[in-house]
């Protein structure tokens, strides 16, 4: 695709609920990146994948958070028994090179969990 | 550990006013640099970015930032700005490995 897709948008959730994000990268690019982002702060790195490879999950906040990659594409990022503060915009990203180095950014997935 | 400091939360400009935005980052090598601009409802982009080289680096959109290693800063400029640049402007710093280190954003508000 011409961009990377996240999907749903935008995901209201009741605490307790599972939830899964999905994102769509960039087709061919190797690296793809999670980033958390809550109300008025900067995004906050979650996890790394090197095709299907999860290189680095040293972000993610507790076990409730789980990220895959299975065949070195799409990523679905899952958050079991959803807690208020899990409500936040969370952004997929990809790039070319495991380096971050130009990484283009999805549009996100606002969840908000009530 | 890497951190990036953006010292103002909210600026307010003049249309057709000068813009510099404040970045100071905290890293003990020389530090991959960039500027992202958020609009509201829509992802990250990226404006310009620093590895090496030429310590001014020339972006998207007629924006510009200068890499000073005396003052661990890398400030974002525009000449003159235009009502289409009032976003979310965030500065963040990578090490060559796999995540960036984002500021807390400085929200660019601008009056006609």
């Known amino acids: 695709g011409a961009g990377v897709s996240q999907s749903p948008r935008y995901k209201v959730a009741k605490r307790g609920q599972d939830v899964a994000l999905r994102c769509d990268p960039i087709s061919g690019h190797v690296s793809l990146f999670w980033y958390q982002q809550a109300l008025g702060q900067g995004p906050e790195f979650l996890t790394y994948?090197?095709?299907?490879?999860?290189?680095?999950k040293s972000g993610l906040p507790s076990d409730r958070f789980f990220a895959e990659r299975p065949e070195g594409s799409v990523s679905t990022l899952k958050i079991q028994r959803t807690q208020q503060e899990d409500s936040a915009v969370y952004l997929c990203?990809?790039?070319?090179?495991?380096?971050?180095?130009?990484?283009?950014f999805g549009q996100g997935t606002r969840l908000t969990v009530v | 550990a890497q951190s990036v400091t953006q010292p103002d939360i909210h600026i307010t400009v003049s249309e057709g006013a000068s813009l510099e935005l404040r970045c100071n980052y905290s890293?003990?090598?020389?530090?991959?640099l960039f500027w992202y601009v958020q609009s509201p409802g829509q992802g990250l982009q990226l404006l310009l970015k620093?590895?090496?080289?030429?310590?001014l680096v020339q972006g998207i959109k007629g924006f510009e930032a200068e890499f000073k290693r005396s003052q661990s800063s890398f400030n974002l400029r525009k000449p003159s700005v235009h009502w289409s640049d009032a976003a979310e402007y965030f500065c963040?710093?990578?090490?060559?490995?796999?995540?960036?280190?984002f500021g807390t954003g400085t929200r660019l508000q601008v009056f006609p």
């Open positions: 963040a710093v990578g090490d060559g490995t796999d995540k960036l280190i």
């Open positions: 994948f090197q095709n299907e490879a999860q290189l680095d």
């Open positions: 620093y590895f090496s080289g030429d310590t």
């Open positions: 890293y003990g090598a020389t530090p991959y």
């Open positions: 990203a990809s790039s070319w090179d495991r380096y971050s180095t130009e990484a283009f």
